[in-house]
């Protein structure tokens, strides 16, 4: 038995699927990227870009998108009933590892100072809306 649930201080998902999934203990999150809350795949709503008309950037500050996606992450966890403490495992898609590892790495230790799940990182040719980073995690709900 498992069960949906959609935190309404998320970016929405940009496909038919829940931010999340309750199996027992254990909370699967889907992909969180960095848009903000209510914003949806047809709205930039990204932190740190701003795009021209041709769709190249104007204006880019991954630091900007790492801040948000966290923090959307926090808002799926605690709309579901879990903490960032209770991140048990997370895995990192970053399009462009050369250019933003080091700053993911610099903001994740600020994040992750006490709790510290495992974690993959992995670069990816590109997400489905002009984002950078997107991570799926998995937590445990006590």
């Known amino acids: 038995m498992s069960e949906k649930i959609n935190a309404d201080k998320a970016p929405k998902p940009v496909g038919l ?24 795949a047809n709205d930039s709503g990204v932190p740190g870009l701003k795009l021209d008309h ?3 950037f104007e204006e ?8 948000s996606v966290f ?6 966890l605690e709309a579901s009933g879990s903490s960032w403490d209770n991140l048990v495992d997370v895995t990192v898609f970053l399009v462009n590892m ?13 994040y992750f100072k006490d709790n510290q799940p ?8 590109s997400l489905p809306t ?8 998995i937590a445990t709900i006590d």
């Open 71 to 76: 923090d959307n992450v926090r808002a799926v």
């Open 98 to 110: 050369k250019r933003d590892f080091k700053t993911y790495n610099k903001i994740y230790a600020e």
């Open 60 to 67: 880019f500050d991954f630091e900007a998108q790492c801040r």
């Open 17 to 40: 699927y829940p931010h999340a999934r309750k199996v027992g203990n254990l909370l699967f999150l889907s992909g969180v990227g960095p848009r903000t809350a209510g914003s949806d």
């Open 54 to 56: 041709n769709g190249n």
């Open 118 to 125: 495992c974690r993959t990182t992995v670069e990816i040719n």
């Open 130 to 137: 002009p984002i950078a980073i997107e991570l799926k995690c």
